[in-house]
C-alpha cells in the first residue's frame, strides 16, 4: 500500500521522517548521509525497512503540546513512546492528521494540574536536600567527635561511601555542591510552575 502521509523534519538528532500508511505511524531519524537517499525514496513512495512502526491499533491515546517537542504515546499504564519533532507546526499537523483520519474514541483539550507540572523537579528537590541533611548530620556528628564506618552489603556501603566522602569534604565545600543543585531543583519547579500550556489528547480506548 502506498504511502497515505507523509512529513520531514529537517532538524539534527530528531525523528526526520514520520509516515502514516495504513494504519501505523511510523519515523525515522536520518543521518547526514542517508538524508537525501531517504527523502528521495519517501517522496516517491517507498519506505525502507528502516522505520519504526507505531501500529494505531495499539494505541490507548495520543498526547500534544505546543511546548513539548515530543509527541507522547500511550499503550497502557505503564507503555509510552515519543516521537521527537521540535518544530511545533509539523507535530500539530501530524496530530490533526491522526485525529481527522484514525477512529478515536475522544479528543479532549485540557490544562495540566500544577502537581504534574511541578511533580518531577519537587521530587529532585526533595532527594537533594534529603542527601544533603544525612551528609550534615554525618558533618555534626564528626565536629562532636564521633566517628563513622560503613558497613552492610555492597550497594548500602556504596551509598554509605558516597555520604561519608561528602561528609569529610566539609561543610563549606557541601555547600558549594549542593546549593547550585537546590537551585537548578527550584528553577525546574518555577519554570514547570508557569508552564501551563494546553494538553491536547486523543484517546483511542481506556487502559486497562
Do not use: C
Not at 494540574?113 to 519537587?122: A, E, G, H, M, Q
Not at 537551585?183 to 481506556?206: C, M, P, V, W
Amino acid at each position: 500500500m502506498s504511502i497515505e502521509k507523509y512529513w520531514i523534519n529537517r532538524k539534527p538528532k530528531e525523528h526526520n521522517f514520520i509516515l502514516y500508511q495504513d494504519a501505523v505511524l511510523y519515523r525515522l531519524k536520518a543521518t547526514k548521509v542517508n538524508f537525501s537517499r531517504i527523502e528521495d525514496q519517501v517522496e516517491h513512495g517507498h519506505r525502507s525497512d528502516q522505520f519504526i512502526g507505531l501500529p494505531i491499533s495499539y494505541l490507548y491515546s495520543v498526547e500534544y503540546r505546543e511546548d513539548d517537542p515530543n509527541l507522547r504515546f500511550t499503550y497502557n499504564k505503564d507503555s509510552t513512546d515519543e516521537i521527537l519533532i521540535s518544530d511545533a507546526v509539523i507535530r500539530k499537523e501530524i496530530y490533526d492528521y491522526l485525529q481527522e483520519h484514525t477512529d478515536t474514541l475522544k479528543s479532549e483539550v485540557k490544562r495540566p494540574s500544577v502537581l504534574r507540572r511541578i511533580k518531577k523537579p519537587l521530587i529532585a528537590l526533595f532527594v537533594v536536600m534529603g542527601i544533603f541533611a544525612y551528609v550534615y548530620s554525618i558533618i555534626d556528628g564528626m565536629s562532636q567527635g564521633y566517628e563513622y564506618e560503613v558497613r552492610g552489603r555492597r550497594g548500602g556501603a556504596g551509598l554509605g561511601g558516597i555520604i561519608l566522602v561528602l561528609a569529610e569534604l566539609g561543610l563549606t565545600t557541601n555547600l558549594l555542591i549542593f546549593t547550585p543543585l537546590m537551585f537548578a531543583a527550584l528553577f525546574g519547579i518555577q519554570r514547570n510552575y508557569k508552564n501551563d500550556s494546553e494538553i491536547h489528547r486523543l484517546t483511542y480506548k481506556n487502559p486497562t
